[in-house]
């Protein structure tokens, strides 16, 4: 799914500068929150929502699909827009921290 979102580059000193300050600004308002995908499609962030996993505790998880496209996904496990912008602000830091098991971190330089 999250490979037919279209995004720019990524750029993390764009998501690091202004691309993390805008999520921030959109928390004012719920209605905000439609603006989330194209904000991070900016920065070269790719984000998925998909329904709550059966049996699962996850409400998101960050990943990449290659060494330069990285992927926020969230679930509808929690319904609560507390719980979206918290979700979101976490699996945003892993993609700044280059987490991801089996990744180095050298790559992405």
Do not use: C
């Not at 490979?3 to 580059?9: F, G, I, L, N, Q």
């Not at 926020?72 to 280059?98: K, Q």
């Amino acid at each position: 799914m999250a490979e037919s979102v279209r995004v720019s580059a990524y750029s993390e000193s764009a998501m690091r500068g202004d691309g993390l300050a805008e999520p921030h600004r959109l928390t004012n308002s719920e209605q905000e929150v439609r603006k989330v995908p194209s904000v991070l499609a900016e920065s070269g962030i790719r984000f998925v929502v998909v329904e709550r996993l059966s049996k699962m505790q996850i409400d998101g998880v960050a990943f990449w699909l290659s060494e330069y496209d990285p992927v926020v996904a969230l679930t509808l496990r929690a319904d609560r827009i507390d719980g979206f912008w918290f979700t979101l602000a976490h699996e945003i830091a892993h993609i700044l921290n280059h987490d991801q098991p089996g990744l180095d971190a050298n790559q992405l330089v």
